[in-house]
């Protein structure tokens, strides 16, 4: 469905991929993990063409994203989904609007049509009757399953998730793991999940990609992935509580910055 | 650092030109996404209704003390000379040429103008505008694009608001309060204002002003940094671009419309 061969991307000098390849199988469940910074978001938006790869191909469906011209880009996009970190909804509008946008931008259905489809859409987070409520107030755990309505609402083939626990609660974190999970099976979409939340990732993962470096560090099952002899690997699944990343950010000696160093 | 070394002020040169040329092709995509916009009237409609009901008591309130004033003033001037019937004439003309639609655009961009700013930035900020990518649909012809048409299309009704007002301001100070005679006072100002000169003119600058206004709010918000500090930045930025704007071209119309 998805495929990155060789990709290489950077802002302004630094690189942040160098030579990724990973593919992603239709129908699945894909985890994309590594440390913060590490160049996982940046793929998504390489995937969803909002930045385009210095280097190498971005294949969704067979298409070089990369190449793409606008009318095509946004063709493309309407196949796909996309759950922004902290949801993204617009705060103008309420539940139901927002839920309702993507349909009213991109189709002609009827007014009922419409409302039919949202509120089967908000069903299917769980959030039918809190159609009403604005933005502002509905909880940082429920406007994501409102946004996660809205990126379903087209019915899209492809449905990406840009850190979907990052600050949940454990209750709304195991909700939002089983409905990635669920929807991915109901709806037969492909599903790339970006985070860093091991255990929750690793339950409703199919195929996990561990990125380190700009490149893949590990990739397979999560259970290959856990038995990985790669060291950063080991300490980020939480096997080996300390590895190649370190605690401390490179600076001066602890003896030096003490002055406790060449003036005995 | 000194700023009298070639090379930075090159830099700020190149910067100041980049960043114009930046704002050239916005406006340029704006203006181009009229089309769009007249398509779908009805997100256009809805800020007029949005901006349009922002402003209006501010400018309603403005216009009535703007006119009180204009009338105590024009009365103390003219009456030395024995012509205080002038001062209906004098409210009128005072504001259908400058005050109207200076104070309203400079009132618009502190009342409108910031909140349109900070919207904007806020919206980036929330990665709103990613988002709206994502679902293929431009922001900048479904969220710009008819926030400034609105704002050229409001502008341009709220100084004849402001007019209205400021007149009927005029009227209360200058015939039950002073005492100048009613026929007078509507006969002078029916004779000395001229329909393409005075009121054409005026509303010319409004709309001018309208767009510089509003394209200004609207710039600010979009290239905020995506911030708490980018955008309380960028609303500070409006206030000060879009007043020193409005009254550098309210010089420059001028000139062109009344030397002759």
């Known amino acids: 469905m998805v495929e990155l061969r060789d990709v290489t991307f950077g802002y302004g000098g630094r690189i942040v991929l160098d030579g990724l390849s990973f593919a992603v199988a239709r129908g699945k469940v894909t985890a994309l993990m590594g440390a913060s910074g590490g160049g996982k ?30 009318t095509q880009l946004y063709a493309a996009r309407r196949r796909m989904g996309m759950l922004f970190q902290f949801g993204a909804l617009f705060t103008d509008l309420s539940v139901f609007e927002n839920v309702a946008f993507p349909l009213r931008e991109h189709t002609r259905l ?55 626990f990052a600050g949940l609660d454990p209750i709304s974190l195991g909700t939002a793991a089983r409905l990635i999970r669920r929807l991915n099976d109901a709806l037969g979409i492909t599903s790339i999940v970006v985070s860093h939340d091991v255990a929750e990732t690793f339950q409703i993962a199919d195929h996990v990609v561990i990125l380190a470096d700009g490149r893949v560090a590990a990739q397979g099952t999560p259970d290959e992935v856990r038995v990985s002899p790669d060291p950063l690997v080991r300490q980020f699944v939480g096997v080996d509580a300390d590895g190649p990343v370190r605690f401390h950010y ?15 | 650092m000194s700023w009298w070394r070639p ?35 009805g997100l256009v409609r809805d800020q007029i ?76 900020a929330g990665e709103q505008f990613s988002a709206m990518e994502m679902m293929a649909v431009d922001p900048v012809q479904r969220i710009i694009a008819p926030r400034f048409w609105a704002g050229v299309i409001v502008v341009p009704l709220l100084t004849a608001v402001f007019n209205a007002v400021g007149v009927m301001g005029g009227w209360i100070v200058s015939v039950p309060m002073i005492g100048v005679d ?70 420059l119309l001028t000139a062109m419309m009344f030397t002759y």
């Not at chain 1, 009757?129 to 087209?154: E, H, N, T």
């Not at chain 2, 090379?7 to 181009?32: E, H, K, N, P, T």
């Open chain 2, 182 to 251: 009613p026929g007078a006072f509507w006969s002078q100002m029916q004779g000395g204002v001229d329909w393409w000169s005075d009121l054409g003119n005026g509303v010319a600058k409004s709309v001018v002003f309208g767009v510089a206004v509003t394209f200004i709010a609207l710039l600010q918000g979009y290239v905020a940094k995506p911030t708490a500090d980018g955008v309380a930045h960028a609303t500070t930025r409006t206030v000060v671009m879009a007043s020193l704007m409005v009254l550098g071209l309210d010089f």
């Open chain 1, 110 to 164: 009827s007014e009922p049509l419409i409302r039919d489809i949202v509120l089967m859409k908000l069903g299917a987070v769980g959030l039918r009757g809190a159609r009403d409520l604005m933005p502002a107030q509905i909880s940082g755990g429920m406007a994501r399953r409102v946004a996660l309505a809205r990126a379903i609402a087209l019915d899209p083939e492809l449905v990406m998730y840009d850190e979907p």
């Open chain 2, 49 to 124: 209704h949005f901006l349009g009901n922002y402003s209006l008591a501010i400018i309603a309130v403005s216009g009535l003390f703007v006119g009180f004033v204009l009338a105590l003033q024009g009365y103390n001037i003219l009456q030395r000379y024995g012509s205080s019937e002038a001062v209906g004439m004098m409210v009128a003309l005072s504001l259908l040429r400058e005050l109207g639609p200076v104070v309203t655009a400079l009132l618009f961009a502190g009342r409108a103008g910031t909140s349109l700013t900070a919207e904007i930035g806020l919206m980036k």
């Open chain 1, 250 to 264: 490179p600076g001066p000696s602890v003896a030096q910055d003490f002055g406790v160093e060449g003036q005995r």
């Open chain 1, 41 to 70: 978001t940046t793929a998504l938006r390489l995937i969803g063409g909002q930045q385009r790869a210095l280097r190498g191909q971005v294949l969704f469906d067979g298409a070089d994203v990369g190449v793409m011209s606008d």
């Open chain 2, 7 to 41: 090379s930075d002020v090159g830099l700020a040169v190149r910067g100041q030109l980049a960043d114009m040329g930046y704002a050239a092709r916005f406006l340029w995509r704006i203006v181009s996404l009229l089309g769009p916009c007249s398509r779908r009237f």
